[in-house]
């Protein structure tokens, strides 16, 4: 079974910048998060979609990040205007829903520097 | 709102001791709890899930056990090796599909 993929897997930018990640979940899962890791933190959610709706999305700075799962499949997290602080780890993760073990599958994340 | 914290940060020990990690949370309703590795400019890797239900899970030389009504859960490492050095998470899923990240330990073990 292929797992999460994310990619790219590094990116530099300036500030101000716009930066995209792309994020394929495991097949058949509904449920795909967003999460932002800065060093030596655990992860931060930044979105979470159902499907191709989303569930929570409390903690986006919807100013400058946007996110979008059309067809309920692949997701885009986009940033536009970086700033320094936006350095970090992207990390993307799929579950199923329903009756099942309700285990978290995390893809390899985007690395991303803000200069 | 839920709560996860973990102790010790970091902790460096020599290769063959058994030790343990602690995680605690401050919501007993839970739906599962889950331990991950992650190794540096790494995604996290799955160790271990504990469904509400169950006291206890076991996969080689890791053991994790949950205490709901304590909030707490223990990763048991047995017969540390080098290879074992990373940061371990634990995760608390509620029954909304939300899951709740404590900031990790930080293990390395010296050869």
């Known amino acids: 079974e292929a797992g999460v993929a994310q990619s790219p897997r590094y990116k530099i930018i300036e500030k101000r910048q716009s930066v995209a990640f792309w994020c394929n979940p495991i097949s058949g899962h509904a449920t795909l998060y967003w999460y932002q890791q800065i060093l030596g933190q655990g992860p931060k959610l930044l979105i979470q979609?159902?499907?191709?709706?989303?569930?929570?999305d409390s903690q986006l700075p919807k100013d400058r990040f946007s996110a979008e799962r059309l067809k309920g499949v692949d997701s885009t997290l986009k940033i536009q205007p970086a700033k320094l602080e936006d350095s970090a780890v992207y990390l993307c993760a799929s579950t199923k829903t329903g009756v099942d073990t309700g285990e978290l599958f995390f893809g390899e994340g985007s690395r991303l520097t803000v200069l | 709102k839920q709560e996860v914290t973990q102790i010790p940060a970091a902790l460096s020990v020599p290769e063959g001791e058994n030790l343990v990690l602690n995680c605690s949370f401050t919501d007993s309703a839970i739906y599962n709890l889950q331990w991950f590795r992650q190794d540096p400019g790494k995604g996290l890797t799955s160790l271990l899930l504990i469904q509400s239900s169950q006291r206890e899970q076991t996969s080689g030389r890791l053991n994790a056990s949950l205490d709901k009504s304590s909030g707490r859960s223990t990763l048991y490492i047995a017969a540390s090796q080098p290879g074992d050095s990373a940061t371990y998470l634990c995760?608390?899923?509620?029954?909304?599909?939300?899951?709740?990240f404590g900031t990790g330990t930080s293990l390395t073990v010296i050869p």
């Open positions: 995760a608390v899923r509620n029954t909304g599909n939300q899951f709740y």
């Open positions: 979609f159902q499907n191709n709706g989303v569930v929570d």
